[in-house]
């Protein structure tokens, strides 16, 4: 299976920060990686799909990029409501897989 | 728009069969070409791929479950049903389903399994 592995596992921020989580792929996945947004006892919502695309909806601060092994989710400018754990999710080579999650915290 | 609802019991014994049933509201199960998608997340864990199904009928199951899962599709109920046999603790998690194949875009709210004697 491939692995995903997510750096930070965790974070501190301060509404208005930019900031960048990156995730990492134990094999090439071309541009079929995704990112999810889970807050705690919720299911987790799409925000970035095929690496940089954004899902309907999402605010446009919220940004992805990269392909191949190496791949990054960007929030410009964090919001009170971001405050919560991203994950990434490979979906070229099935199982398909997740990574273990970036929790982001207030700071 | 589409809304995923999952139920079932929430205690399962080892050993014993756990069934979950995923209703889909807002769309029929077969309109579009959709895949539908069982995921789980164990307490404090990351998510893991249990299997989908497409509209046609095929299915996949990660491999790791494959022995002791079944995914299949209710039309006349709107619904997609997921079958765990022989659970062991190790199985304890929030069940999801989801619509996609390789990402998903409306994710039920899930239900805790607890698989306890």
């Known amino acids: 299976d491939i692995t995903m592995t997510q750096s930070p596992s965790s974070l501190s921020a301060s509404v208005g920060d930019r900031l960048t989580i990156t995730c990492r792929a134990s094999?090439?996945?071309?541009?079929?990686l995704n990112w999810y947004q889970q807050k705690p006892g919720k299911a987790p919502k799409l925000l970035i799909y095929?690496?940089?695309s954004l899902q309907s909806g999402v605010p446009s601060r919220f940004s992805g990029s990269g392909s191949g092994t190496d791949f990054t989710l960007t929030i410009s400018s964090v919001q009170p409501e971001d405050f919560a754990t991203y994950c990434c999710?490979?979906?070229?080579?099935?199982?398909?897989?997740f990574g273990q999650g970036t929790k982001l915290e207030i700071k | 728009q589409v809304q995923l609802q999952e139920s079932g019991p929430g205690l399962v014994k080892p050993s014993q069969t756990l069934s979950l049933t995923c209703t889909v509201s807002?769309?029929?199960?077969?309109?579009?070409?959709?895949?539908w998608t069982w995921i789980r997340q164990p307490a404090g864990k990351g998510l893991e791929c249990i299997g989908r199904?497409?509209?046609?009928?095929?299915?996949y199951y990660n491999p790791s479950l494959k022995s002791r899962v079944t995914i299949s599709v209710d039309t006349s109920k709107n619904q997609l049903s997921l079958t765990l046999n022989s659970v062991t603790a190790a199985d304890t998690a929030v069940y999801y389903c989801?619509?996609?194949?390789?990402?998903?875009?409306?994710w039920g709210q899930g239900t805790l399994v607890t698989v306890s004697s």
């Open positions: 094999q090439s996945i071309n541009s079929y």
């Open positions: 199904i497409y509209t046609s009928g095929s299915t």
């Open positions: 999710q490979q979906g070229y080579i099935t199982p398909y897989t």
């Open positions: 989801a619509r996609g194949e390789w990402f998903f875009d409306c």
């Open positions: 807002g769309g029929s199960i077969y309109s579009g070409s959709y895949y």
């Open positions: 095929a690496a940089s």
